[in-house]
């Protein structure tokens, strides 16, 4: 073990197994780390960019990926791939370029890569391939997208990524919301709440909750709904969402003047 942790050894496929079991970690992480030596640095920008992206600062991003796009380092499988999503991300979002962004994920889909790795990106593209369709309004491509990610997951039964599997059943939630399908919605969004307390998972709660509420508002149920914003209020502090938090605080504000004194 200690020849493998200082890099003067290297675990055959066994050994590298029984080593993943037993320190809970993917197979292949444990696989690239040992025998590739660029895969601290792939992790340091693939950490860089998924920062820039969830702060949607598009322009960061760019840089990124331009400081990126030549090195060797990414010039194949799932490492390019990662570098075509966000470009994706960065056409549609900051350049408006609805064309130029699917096409850009549909080369980052096709790109091959067979581990464990790229496969779970593939599922993350396509679900962002579904979020610009919602963006565009074009909800029912969007869910078409979706159902395809919940049929692949379902034949999949030993993939156990439950960030994918929330943040798929709130996109679902959302665009069926958008098309007046709130019982479909309330489905979806139960679905992950449950997920989310079951495995003691914050990501994505609040979210959950003011979809939640927000269907049971348009659905009339205001004394309900104003339960479900306040849960997701809660979850909000909790995770120290100060925008969350600012704007479910104005929603139940907002509320107030529909019940009765």
């Known amino acids: 073990m200690s020849l493998i942790e200082k890099g003067d050894s290297y675990p055959s496929i066994d050994i590298a197994y029984w080593l993943s079991s037993r320190l809970g970690i993917n197979i292949d992480y444990l696989m690239e780390s ?4 660029n895969h601290d640095y792939y992790l340091e920008v693939e950490e860089q960019l998924r920062e820039a992206s969830t702060s949607r600062s598009y322009e960061s991003l760019q840089q990124i990926i331009n400081t990126e796009i030549n090195n060797y380092v990414f010039q194949k499988g799932y490492k390019r791939k990662l570098l075509l999503w966000h470009q994706g991300i960065v056409d549609f979002f900051y350049y408006k ?11 980052a889909l096709n790109l091959e890569g067979k581990n ?7 599922l993350e593209i396509m679900i962002c391939k579904g979020n610009i369709y919602v ?7 969007a869910i078409n997208i979706y159902e395809e990610v919940s049929d692949i997951l379902l034949l999949q039964e030993n993939y156990t990524d439950i960030y994918l599997h929330i943040r798929l059943l709130y996109n679902l939630a959302r665009t ?17 709440i449950k997920m989310c307390h ?14 939640l509420g927000l269907n049971l508002q348009k659905s009339e149920k205001i004394a309900e709904a104003k339960d479900e914003f306040n849960n997701g209020l809660i ?10 938090i600012h704007q479910t605080t104005l929603k139940l504000s907002e509320l107030e003047s529909y019940l009765p004194n």
């Open 135 to 141: 963006d565009t309004g074009d909800y029912k491509t």
């Open 235 to 244: 979850a909000y502090k909790l995770q120290k969402n100060i925008s969350g």
């Open 198 to 211: 079951k495995n003691y998972i914050f990501y994505a709660l609040g979210d959950c909750y003011i979809i």
């Open 97 to 107: 370029n609805l064309n130029k962004a699917l096409h850009t994920l549909d080369v």
């Open 34 to 37: 040992s025998f590739d030596n």
């Open 116 to 122: 464990t790795k790229a496969y779970k990106m593939n």
């Open 176 to 192: 069926h919301m958008l098309l007046n399908q709130y019982e479909l919605s309330i489905q979806y969004c139960e679905k992950a």
